[in-house]
């Protein structure tokens, strides 16, 4: 990268932490750090929730796909989302608001001890947290590789980095520094993309190229479904994608639990669920163009970076690499935040009687070394990702299988069509959930990736489906009872 390069990419950074000082000022207490006092606004929480939900993982190993399998990914990845979040914004987003109004949550699972018991919370809090460690890890390693690509860095060191850099600002700021943080990392990659995309679109010979440049790349590039990604892992995703992207990812519910109402976190989940729709198509454009490009490559997942430097004018190269540190960063301090407050929350004082009495500075100070441990961990997680098969292996294949399993009953169990499936259902659930995990990933072979992905999320949404239907003549817990009526409305 030329000096100009450097020097905004230092600048942005330097922004970032600033954003971390001045949020200081607006954290008194836990509840300001985990859920920003419940004041979030719709249009800040929905950027925020939708720039949290990709990283540079989008820029390195989605790049790959884009290259190597062409349109399916907007398929599968961008559309299974949108879909996901409409339904989500009428199904479940408002209910996260009002779990805050009304029981005064901090921590997506603090009502699951209520709504099941406390082993349930307990087995859902230690399984979130082991899949966040890979989860995370995986970002690292994504954010690395695209710093290797531009600049030479060892990808231990890029991991480094971009861990160092993000601990500084969340553990001074918390989610209050997260969302802004998000913010200006939106329109940094806003501004980033539509140069790539105008940029390209000059290069291929105009606006007709948009319809016609498909003839011209590898057979097959141009259809909805392509390569390994079927119809089916496309089904698959949309299930695994509402799960996800409406509170199964900690960090994405706790952008609805700070929201003031139940109106606006559904106005949050519907912006954020447009962006999906829409963005992607200008920001995966240059990627689906590259085969033309760079024909035979050995290592599709540099595609993003070898075109930024290629076609970029000096200055924003920076900023786009910028941009993707803060996208990972984001993304990553937003899931070490919604962790940190189950951990502080949900955990801790479940183990310790003394945490349960501590003062609101104790509890802040809890939080941030909660923060730290956890980050650590991510890196090693980072630093050996080849052995649990890669950044892709990591986030389709680990976290994709396992998120469904694990939420199934946080997200389920807002809803008054499941009051039947109680404790057992939903601790059965997500032991079969693993355990067809397990059998896929290390017993049965020679099976597609989309079965592979969605047997897990099957077999428990069946089991705590189905055991919920046998218990259908049951009384219903008058404690469960009351907290469903609660989240019908804002009121």
């Given at each position: 990268?030329?000096?100009?390069?450097?020097?905004?990419?230092?600048?942005?950074?330097?922004?970032?932490?600033?954003?971390?000082?001045?949020?200081?000022?607006?954290?008194?207490?836990?509840?300001?750090?985990?859920?920003?006092?419940?004041?979030?606004?719709?249009?800040?929480?929905?950027?925020?929730?939708?720039?949290?939900?990709?990283?540079?993982?989008?820029?390195?190993?989605?790049?790959?796909?884009?290259?190597?399998?062409?349109?399916?990914?907007?398929?599968?990845?961008?559309?299974?989302?949108?879909?996901?979040?409409?339904?989500?914004?009428?199904?479940?987003?408002?209910?996260?608001?009002?779990?805050?109004?009304?029981?005064?949550?901090?921590?997506?699972?603090?009502?699951?001890?209520?709504?099941?018991?406390?082993?349930?919370?307990?087995?859902?809090?230690?399984?979130?947290?082991?899949?966040?460690?890979?989860?995370v890890g995986a970002k690292w390693t994504a954010i690395a590789i695209l710093l290797n690509a531009f600049t030479g860095t060892p990808l231990l060191t890029g991991i480094l980095i971009s861990g160092?850099?993000?601990?500084?600002?969340?553990?001074?700021?918390?989610?209050?520094?997260?969302?802004?943080?998000?913010?200006?990392?939106?329109?940094?990659?806003?501004?980033?993309?539509?140069?790539?995309?105008?940029?390209?679109?000059?290069?291929?010979?105009?606006?007709?190229?948009?319809?016609?440049?498909?003839?011209?790349?590898?057979?097959?590039?141009?259809?909805?479904?392509?390569?390994?990604?079927?119809?089916?892992?496309?089904?698959?995703?949309?299930?695994?994608?509402?799960?996800?992207?409406?509170?199964?990812?900690?960090?994405?519910?706790?952008?609805?639990?700070?929201?003031?109402?139940?109106?606006?976190?559904?106005?949050?989940?519907?912006?954020?669920?447009?962006?999906?729709?829409?963005?992607?198509?200008?920001?995966?454009?240059?990627?689906?163009?590259?085969?033309?490009?760079?024909?035979?490559?050995?290592?599709?997942?540099?595609?993003?970076?070898?075109?930024?430097?290629?076609?970029?004018p000096v200055g924003l190269v920076g900023l786009v690499l910028a941009g993707l540190f803060a996208a990972t960063m984001s993304m990553t301090s937003g899931d070490i935040n919604a962790v940190s407050?189950?951990?502080?929350?949900?955990?801790?004082?479940?183990?310790?009687?003394?945490?349960?009495?501590?003062?609101?500075?104790?509890?802040?100070?809890?939080?941030?070394?909660?923060?730290?441990?956890?980050?650590?961990?991510?890196?090693?997680?980072?630093?050996?990702?080849?052995?649990?098969?890669?950044?892709?292996?990591?986030?389709?294949?680990w976290f994709g299988a396992l998120v469904g399993p694990v939420s199934i009953p946080m997200l389920l169990g807002l809803l008054p069509a499941f009051k039947h499936s109680n404790s057992p259902a939903?601790?059965?659930?997500?032991?079969?959930?693993?355990?067809?995990?397990?059998?896929?990933?290390?017993?049965?072979?020679?099976?597609?990736?989309?079965?592979?992905?969605?047997?897990?999320?099957?077999?428990?949404?069946?089991?705590?489906?189905?055991?919920?239907?046998?218990?259908?003549?049951?009384?219903?817990?008058?404690?469960?009872?009351?907290?469903?009526?609660?989240?019908?409305?804002?009121?």
């Open positions: 990268m030329a000096a100009a390069d450097w020097v905004v990419m230092v600048l942005y950074f330097l922004l970032m932490v600033g954003i971390g000082i001045w949020s200081f000022r607006m954290v008194k207490g836990s509840k300001d750090y985990f859920v920003a006092g419940g004041k979030l606004p719709w249009w800040l929480s929905g950027a925020s929730h939708h720039v949290s939900g990709y990283s540079a993982v989008a820029f390195s190993a989605y790049a790959g796909l884009a290259y190597t399998y062409g349109f399916t990914l907007y398929m599968w990845w961008a559309l299974a989302i949108t879909i996901g979040m409409i339904v989500g914004a009428h199904l479940i987003a408002p209910r996260w608001a009002r779990l805050r109004m009304k029981l005064n949550i901090e921590s997506p699972l603090e009502y699951l001890a209520t709504r099941y018991n406390m082993p349930t919370q307990q087995l859902i809090a230690w399984s979130g947290v082991i899949l966040k460690l890979f989860d160092g850099i993000s601990l500084l600002y969340i553990t001074v700021g918390g989610i209050w520094a997260d969302v802004w943080n998000d913010f200006a990392q939106f329109i940094v990659q806003l501004i980033a993309a539509l140069v790539m995309f105008v940029v390209v679109l000059t290069k291929l010979g105009g606006v007709g190229s948009i319809f016609t440049m498909w003839a011209d790349l590898p057979e097959g590039n141009a259809s909805l479904f392509n390569g390994p990604y079927t119809a089916g892992f496309f089904i698959a995703y949309i299930f695994i994608s509402f799960f996800s992207y409406n509170g199964g990812t900690w960090n994405l519910a706790q952008r609805y639990i700070a929201s003031p109402t139940g109106k606006e976190a559904k106005k949050s989940a519907l912006f954020s669920g447009a962006l999906y729709l829409i963005f992607p198509l200008f920001m995966f454009f240059p990627m689906w163009a590259s085969p033309i490009f760079y024909p035979s490559l050995d290592k599709p997942d540099t595609v993003y970076s070898m075109m930024a430097q290629d076609f970029l407050a189950v951990i502080t929350r949900d955990i801790l004082p479940k183990i310790s009687a003394k945490i349960r009495t501590i003062s609101e500075n104790g509890a802040l100070t809890l939080a941030r070394t909660t923060t730290l441990i956890f980050t650590a961990l991510t890196l090693v997680i980072g630093i050996f990702s080849d052995a649990f098969g890669g950044v892709l292996g990591l986030i389709i294949s939903a601790i059965t659930s997500v032991i079969a959930g693993l355990l067809t995990f397990v059998l896929f990933k290390y017993g049965i072979t020679g099976v597609s990736q989309a079965i592979s992905v969605s047997a897990p999320l099957l077999v428990s949404l069946i089991v705590f489906t189905g055991m919920g239907w046998l218990n259908r003549k049951a009384a219903v817990p008058a404690e469960v009872e009351q907290l469903l009526a609660k989240l019908k409305s804002d009121n």
